[in-house]
């Protein structure tokens, strides 16, 4: 089986204004990249059930959301997430890639996918869009998980370098979910420190400082790969930012292109004793066009080469 790619081109009609970072080429600079490899599958998002939906953002959120897209020009519904006419069709097709994501493998139509699609996600918590981010991508995909195919142990690994405040308040009581984060600290959204375990210690965030480098990354990255095996997860969730580059706009971390490749080989070898290799991978950050490009193919590349 190959891997999938699970995209749309809704996600350039999510307008968010001039010099904003969070911008239409960053799926297109990805898509432009992956096209050179002739091994993929590619394929379009599915609805998420309603149902799912509910599980993962209260109602009034919903609601609310669902009322705020304007019919013409750009509106921000917090300080710097940005929504225009065309957004409504990205934001929900950005979180229904998980689920046309869950339901190939679980067809064994392909062994794995890469959700590439935007508004990112792991800012968004269950009552408020937060950091670029409408709706918890990566939660839904938990959630449907659970309810439609009854796993029971899945691990969420967010690689982003902001802690990812909207994956760990939709998980934080999910006694079946284990959210793991490397993130720099301190630094947006803020939080994230060791404290925050969630509600049944479901929940490992490992904050680094400003100018933390491959070498000191990956020595930090041992406790994820150390927590993964103990927790053993039925099924494997990435968080997939790229922000982390050392020449990403937003942020000071050191990590090269390479890593991206190393970081997803890593966890994949830790899990697939557990998972027997289903993992779903979901576009976060990542604001340097080459560097993020580049990344991902080298995370994707991992994907492809898993073998179980």
Same mark, same amino acid.
């Given at each position: 089986? %190959?891997?999938?790619?699970?995209?749309? !081109?809704?996600?350039?009609?999510?307008? /968010?204004?001039?010099?904003?970072?969070?911008?239409?080429?960053?799926?297109?600079?990805?898509? +432009?990249?992956?096209?050179?490899?002739?091994?993929?599958?590619?394929?379009?998002?599915?609805?998420?059930?309603?149902?799912?939906?509910?599980?993962?953002?209260?109602?009034?959120?919903?609601?609310? *959301?669902?009322? =705020?897209?304007?019919?013409?020009?750009?509106?921000?519904?917090?300080?710097?997430?940005?929504? +225009?006419?065309? =957004?409504?069709?990205?934001?929900?097709?950005?979180? #229904? +890639?998980?689920?046309?994501?869950?339901?190939?493998?679980? =067809?064994? %139509? $392909?062994?794995?996918? $890469?959700?590439?699609?935007?508004?990112? #996600?792991?800012?968004?918590? %269950? /009552?408020?869009?937060?950091?670029?981010?409408?709706?918890?991508?990566?939660?839904?995909?938990?959630? &449907?998980?659970?309810?439609?195919?009854? &796993?029971?142990?899945?691990?969420?690994?967010?690689?982003?370098?902001?802690?990812?405040?909207?994956?760990?308040?939709?998980?934080?009581?999910?006694?079946? =979910?284990?959210?793991?984060? /490397?993130?720099? &600290?301190? @630094?947006?959204?803020?939080?994230?420190?060791?404290?925050?375990?969630?509600?049944?210690?479901?929940?490992?965030?490992?904050?680094?400082?400003?100018?933390?480098?491959?070498?000191?990354?990956?020595?930090?990255?041992?406790?994820?790969? !150390?927590?993964?095996?103990?927790?053993?997860?039925?099924?494997?969730? @990435?968080?997939?930012?790229?922000?982390?580059?050392?020449?990403?706009?937003?942020?000071? @971390?050191?990590?090269?292109?390479?890593?991206?490749?190393?970081?997803?080989?890593?966890?994949?070898?830790? /899990?697939?004793? @557990?998972?027997?290799?289903?993992?779903?991978?979901? *576009?976060? #950050?990542? &604001?340097? *066009?080459?560097?993020?490009?580049?990344?991902?193919?080298?995370?994707?590349?991992?994907?492809?080469?898993?073998?179980?």
């Amino acid at each position: 089986m %190959k891997t999938a790619i699970i995209t749309s !081109d809704t996600s350039e009609k999510h307008i /968010t204004g001039d010099g904003h970072p969070e911008q239409p080429k960053r799926v297109e600079a990805i898509i +432009s990249i992956l096209k050179k490899n002739k091994e993929l599958i590619w394929d379009k998002p599915s609805v998420v059930p309603e149902k799912i939906l509910k599980l993962t953002h209260s109602e009034e959120y919903l609601s609310n *959301l669902k009322n =705020s897209f304007p019919s013409k020009g750009i509106k921000f519904i917090d300080g710097d997430t940005v929504i +225009s006419p065309g =957004s409504r069709d990205a934001v929900f097709d950005a979180a #229904g +890639s998980t689920i046309k994501a869950i339901d190939g493998i679980e =067809s064994k %139509k $392909f062994k794995n996918a $890469f959700c590439v699609v935007r508004p990112p #996600g792991h800012h968004a918590e %269950k /009552t408020k869009a937060m950091g670029f981010c409408c709706l918890s991508n990566a939660g839904i995909a938990v959630n &449907y998980l659970i309810n439609k195919y009854k &796993y029971k142990k899945i691990a969420c690994v967010d690689f982003d370098v902001h802690w990812g405040n909207g994956n760990y308040d939709v998980l934080y009581d999910n006694k079946k =979910s284990l959210y793991i984060s /490397t993130h720099q &600290y301190p @630094f947006y959204p803020g939080g994230g420190t060791e404290r925050d375990k969630g509600k049944y210690n479901n929940s490992l965030n490992i904050p680094l400082p400003a100018g933390t480098n491959s070498e000191q990354y990956f020595n930090a990255y041992d406790r994820v790969i !150390d927590r993964l095996e103990k927790f053993k997860p039925d099924y494997l969730i @990435f968080s997939a930012g790229f922000d982390a580059h050392a020449d990403d706009p937003l942020a000071q @971390f050191e990590l090269k292109s390479q890593d991206f490749y190393e970081i997803t080989k890593r966890t994949l070898k830790a /899990t697939n004793e @557990f998972t027997n290799g289903k993992v779903v991978s979901v *576009l976060e #950050g990542g &604001y340097d *066009l080459n560097a993020l490009a580049e990344s991902a193919f080298k995370h994707v590349n991992a994907l492809i080469e898993n073998k179980t």
